[in-house]
């Protein structure tokens, strides 16, 4: 049985091709942050609620939710050689937007990225 983390990482690789057609390295990003963003909700959160991938003409947006109230914190200053806190490192260097709203079942950490092009109709 495939993972969450597995599960997510082909909802949203099948999700981008349906939409877009996108740049390859556009695609391993979105698929590289959707990963991330699972893993944390795993990790940290009591596991994974919602996956929700939003585009518009404008901008992807990833959503993933999770049980935890308590908001992520970048780790500050990020330091490579120490263990642990790179996962929201790495989604603030690739994603255009990100940020963690509180709600009454936990918490969605979201994460936009402008679109380099239009939906497919």
Known sequence: MPTP?????ACATEALAD????????????????A??????MLHGD???ELVL???QARLRVEVS?????LPELRRPHVPAVP??????IVERIADRWGAE??????SIWVEFDAPGLPRA
Do not use: C, I, M, Q
């Not at 983390?5 to 990482?9: G, I, K, L, Y």
């Not at 999770?66 to 308590?70: E, M, V």
């Not at 509180?102 to 918490?107: D, Q, S, V």
């Open 5 to 9: 983390v597995a599960r997510a990482r």
């Open 19 to 34: 939409w877009y057609a996108p740049a390859p390295e556009f695609a391993a990003d979105v698929v590289l942050v959707v």
């Open 36 to 41: 991330e963003l699972v893993a944390n909700a």
């Open 47 to 49: 596991g994974p609620l």
């Open 54 to 56: 939003d585009v518009t």
């Open 66 to 70: 999770d049980r935890s109230p308590t």
């Open 84 to 89: 642990g806190g790179h996962g929201l490192f």
């Open 102 to 107: 509180p709600h009454a079942r936990g918490k």
